[in-house]
């Protein structure tokens, strides 16, 4: 059975400071890996994928993510924190089940300080 | 351009009625997913569509839970005799190529279940 962990339920780092969110899975074969965030009510928007090829994922708003297939890690991070990535990440990891199923995290809540 | 849309936005139901619940993919996307999401917590897989085809319903909880997509565009997730326990948001996603690709998801804006 694919899996993804978040373990760390929030995140506080203060603003221009690197901040890290944590993500690790368990999947048979080749996993897809994704990260999406999630600002108060809205809804759940794309940040980046690793699908295949280089392991550092660069995506939106300035945030990146290492493939490590070792560790079977894929943490996010961005080099200098905004006020305005307050939010709840989501890491997420597709592989094949029997189905292409998408098994997502249980969410990290991001708050950075000004 | 228009975005993955979902009807109705919020509905409440009394216990034992039945809902439908339609998603509207973004146009030209031929895979659909279905999630539940309780608040603050992560997206729950209920099932998923390539074009018309239902991949994978592994994730319904109970055989109350059905989804369709008989022309590959529109779906719906249909919940007979609702319980209070199914009170949640329902959300809805499209990829523009197959889950097998591992093509990016698209989520629309959610429906709010509320079963009294």
């Known amino acids: 059975a694919q899996s993804v962990a978040q373990p760390e339920d929030q995140v506080n780092v203060a603003e221009g400071n690197p901040l890290t969110v944590k993500c690790t899975y368990s999947?048979?074969?080749?996993?897809?890996l994704f990260w999406y965030v999630q600002y108060p009510n809205r809804g759940l928007q794309f940040l980046l994928k690793?699908?295949?090829?280089?392991?550092l994922v660069k995506g939106s708003y300035g945030f990146e993510a290492e493939f490590n297939k070792s560790q079977t890690s894929f943490h996010l991070k961005k080099p200098s924190a905004l006020v305005s990535d307050s939010a709840l990440y989501f890491c997420a990891v597709r592989g094949y089940t029997g189905g292409f199923k998408t098994i997502f995290g249980a969410g990290t809540r991001l708050f950075v300080k000004a | 351009g228009a975005g993955v849309s979902q009807s109705p936005r919020y509905k409440v139901t009394k216990r034992g009625q039945d809902v439908a619940l339609r998603c509207d993919p973004i146009?030209?996307?031929?895979?659909l997913y279905w999630y539940r999401q309780a608040l603050g917590q992560g997206p729950e897989f209920l099932t998923y569509?390539?074009?018309?085809?239902?991949?994978?319903k592994s994730g319904l909880p109970n055989d109350r839970f059905s989804a369709e997509r008989p022309e590959g565009s529109i779906s719906t997730l249909t919940i007979q005799r609702t319980e209070q326990r199914d009170s949640a948001m329902y959300r809805c996603?499209?990829?523009?190529?197959?889950?097998?690709?591992?093509?990016?998801?698209?989520f629309g804006p959610g429906t709010r279940l509320t079963v009294l």
């Open positions: 690793y699908i295949t090829g280089d392991n």
């Open positions: 999947v048979s074969g080749n996993p897809y």
């Open positions: 996603a499209s990829s523009l190529a197959l889950a097998e690709t591992g093509d990016t998801q698209y």
């Open positions: 569509f390539n074009y018309e085809a239902q991949q994978d």
């Open positions: 146009s030209g996307h031929v895979s």
